[in-house]
């Protein structure tokens, strides 16, 4: 009986602890508002992201860095392309009124070119396939619910945030250095300055973070939060955002007080990241809608999302955020003429539905006669951070590379593995052997042909290791 009775207090003992252990109901409805606050904050919060290092690499707001050399694995934007040199200007209105963006023309290069929000709302595109149609021209960008005077000669574009970015992609010919040089003095020839000082306007700074550990990919913890706050203190609430105000407030974020949760509630915050990652990977693994009915190659985006994007999300009725979360989550930039300057592929699974594991070695093959007015691209980034896969000597290869090697048809074999197979070295993007990787196809200038779908790109194919 006494046994008995041990066991029976050790039982209620143990009850006891874990009803005090559980989270209260207060507790649950914070970590799934925080939840929630992940997945509807993703795209400012990868905005943050990439101005966080550019300031600390001593650029700063409405100047430009770039790299004067297509990017290696030290640039840890969410998949980036390593055929391009990229200029990036992070502008910001609230102090200095309306910005402009100074495009020259395409004349002695060209660029691919997007100017967004910090909700990576796309405004304008910029360069051939821009509003200025390569002819160069000069983008005002004026702040939320400016009134002043808008000058003739500007191509005007009205954002709903004080502060955004624009993506400037100097196009190569080639990976020779006299091609590289070329571009970046053409990227070079970019101006940002405010609209006040036009009349003599001062000289673009240029900070080059071709050596600079450029990260940017999302950290699921505390540190997303913590960018969320940097947005929420500095740029006006959207109409159709208000719902949050409350719902981040729980969270303690709230504009104008200082975000500082104590221990439990950081707790708590990194729980949710963590929660949101395993909703936003599950989303991934279903996969986006195939392009081509044929093959498993996808745009990396929802219909839904591509629909209420370009309206400006004015559709009354959606309002696809979940869509949203997982397209930021793997990439940025928001293009206003999807499909016209670049249009992007993704494939994370091989022919057979398989995640594309580091160490094995697989085969695309790139049918000839690719319908494109300028190259077409393959990039191999890690698909955990979606990043460029670390310490590797190169990440892609592309049609603008003049050693890559076509077979008797036209068509290319690009080879994707921790080691070349015999002979294939120049058609070669090296993985990691610890580490599963996805495939980003692009295409610059795709012409009508590629949505026609007369030309299709085949699967990803696992083959043995020679």
Same mark, same amino acid.
């Given at each position: ?33 925080? +939840?929630?606050?992940?997945?509807? *904050?993703?795209? =400012?919060? #990868?905005? !943050?992201?990439?101005? @966080?290092?550019? /300031? ?46 100074? +495009?020259?023309?395409?004349?002695? *290069?060209?660029? =691919?070119? #997007?100017? !967004?929000?910090?909700? @990576?709302?796309? /405004? ?343």
């Amino acid at each position: 009986m006494k046994s008995k009775l041990l066991v029976a207090l050790a039982l209620f003992s143990l009850s006891s602890a874990a009803v005090a252990q559980a989270p209260s109901v207060d507790d649950r409805l914070v970590r799934s508002r925080a +939840v929630e606050a992940v997945i509807w *904050g993703m795209p =400012a919060v #990868n905005y !943050d992201l990439m101005l @966080q290092p550019a /300031l600390k690499a001593g650029s700063k707001e409405n100047e430009i860095i770039y790299w004067s050399r297509p990017v290696d694995w030290h640039n840890q934007t969410l998949t980036p392309n390593p055929d391009a040199l990229y200029f990036m200007i992070f502008f910001n209105t609230k102090e200095v009124g309306p910005i402009v963006i100074d +495009v020259p023309p395409a004349d002695d *290069g060209s660029f =691919a070119a #997007n100017i !967004d929000t910090v909700w @990576q709302m796309p /405004l304008e595109d910029a360069g051939t396939y821009g509003a200025d149609k390569g002819a160069g021209g000069k983008y005002l960008i004026l702040p939320p619910g400016y009134s002043g005077s808008q000058p003739d000669g500007y191509i005007v574009v009205r954002s709903e945030t004080f502060a955004g970015y624009a993506l400037f992609r100097s196009n190569l010919a080639s990976h020779s250095e006299a091609d590289i040089a070329k571009a970046a003095k053409y990227g070079k020839r970019l101006k940002v300055y405010p609209l006040s000082q036009a009349a003599n306007p001062p000289e673009t700074k240029f900070t080059d973070a071709k050596d600079i550990l450029y990260d940017s990919t999302i950290p699921y913890d505390l540190r997303f939060f913590q960018s969320l706050d940097r947005v929420v203190q500095t740029e006006p609430w959207q109409t159709r955002d208000k719902a949050m105000i409350d719902q981040l407030k729980s969270i303690g974020i709230e504009k104008g007080k200082a975000f500082n949760p104590d221990a439990k509630a950081i707790a708590v915050l990194n729980g949710a990241a963590a929660d949101a990652r395993g909703v936003l990977d599950r989303m991934y693994a279903r996969g986006f809608p195939p392009f081509f009915t044929s093959s498993r190659w996808a745009v990396p985006a929802f219909p839904d999302l591509v629909k209420a994007g370009s309206s400006g999300y004015a559709e009354t009725d959606m309002y696809p955020v979940d869509a949203r979360a997982l397209t930021y989550s793997i990439g940025y930039i928001g293009i206003k003429r999807l499909g016209t300057a670049q249009l992007y592929l993704i494939a994370a699974k091989d022919k057979k539905g398989n995640t594309m594991a580091g160490g094995k070695t697989y085969r695309l093959n790139v049918p000839p006669n690719v319908p494109v007015d300028l190259y077409w691209s393959v990039t191999a980034h890690d698909r955990q951070t979606h990043a460029l896969i670390k310490n590797m000597t190169r990440a892609s290869r592309a049609s603008n590379v003049a050693d890559v090697q076509k077979n008797s048809d036209g068509s290319i074999d690009i080879y994707f593995g921790p080691k070349a197979p015999v002979g294939k070295e120049t058609n070669w993007v090296p993985t990691d052997p610890k580490r599963d990787f996805e495939l980003l196809f692009r295409v610059y200038g795709p012409k009508k042909e590629f949505f026609d779908k007369v030309w299709v790109l085949p699967d990803v194919e696992q083959i043995a290791a020679r």
